[in-house]
T-cell receptor, first 112, second 112 residues
Framework: DQQVKQNSPSLSVQEGRISILNCDYTNSMFDYFLWYKKYPAEGPTFLISISSIKDKNEDGRFTVFLNKSAKHLSLHIVPSQPGDSAVYFCAASQDSNYQLIWGAGTKLIIKP | DAGVIQSPRHEVTEMGQEVTLRCKPISGHDYLFWYRQTMMRGLELLIYFNNNVPIDDSGMPEDRFSAKMPNASFSTLKIQPSEPRDSAVYFC??????????FGDGTRLSIL
């Protein structure tokens, strides 16, 4: 039973364009969501988070949008840069201090 | 600041041998997590500790797996006896209350 789903295993985007990564969840109790980025041979690194009291959170080129009614969140990267090529994981929990449930990841490839 | 430190980075051993993975969390962090990443199952939580006490070990696959945290700066994950299906990347992560998890760079384990 996958409570957090990232349905696109991979995504290819031209440098300078917008990258949109999607994540769906099934548990309505989730109210804290995070995105992590992972390079090969490294551990995941925290990118950005959002709690359910907000529908948008922005940090530089990265914006996360949350649609609670649709149980859907997305990560927008604008503009995309070659260094953004990595695997992106979506994770969710019942609050910031509960254990995280992870999606399977989406591999983002930024083409020059 | 030193991040989460895991050792060894790579381990290759024969089936039936004991394997010990080590983790040093970030100083001051009171939660420590052990994860396993495989192609089939993605990132799975095995066990986590709070203030050196195991809180949830429901993700530990079998009795062959055990984890300890003798003090706030060290944890081990042991597999005895090891089997080929234990081959995976094992991550350790730590965090402080209310903050995202910080991951080590993982141990790539291969059981022949």
């Amino acid at each position: 039973d996958q409570q957090v789903k990232q349905n696109s295993p991979s995504l290819s985007v031209q440098e300078g364009r917008i990258s949109i990564l999607n994540c769906d969840y099934t548990n309505s109790m989730f109210d804290y969501f995070l995105w992590y980025k992972k390079y090969p041979a490294e551990g995941p690194t925290f990118l950005i988070s959002i709690s359910s009291i907000k529908d948008k959170n922005e940090d530089g080129r990265f914006t996360v949008f949350l649609n609670k009614s649709a149980k859907h969140l997305s990560l927008h990267i604008v503009p995309s840069q070659p260094g953004d090529s990595a695997v992106y994981f979506c994770a969710a929990s019942q609050d910031s201090n509960y254990q995280l449930i992870w999606g399977a990841g989406t591999k983002l490839i930024i083409k020059p | 600041d030193a991040g989460v430190i895991q050792s060894p980075r790579h381990e290759v051993t024969e089936m039936g041998q004991e394997v010990t993975l080590r983790c040093k969390p970030i100083s001051g962090h009171d939660y420590l997590f052990w994860y396993r990443q495989t192609m089939m199952r993605g990132l799975e939580l095995l066990i986590y500790f709070n203030n050196n006490v195991p809180i949830d070990d429901s993700g530990m696959p079998e009795d062959r797996f055990s984890a300890k945290m003798p003090n706030a700066s060290f944890s081990t994950l042991k597999i005895q006896p090891s089997e080929p299906r234990d081959s995976a990347v094992y991550f350790c992560a730590s965090r402080i209350w209310g903050q995202p998890q910080h991951f080590g760079d993982g141990t790539r384990l291969s059981i022949l």
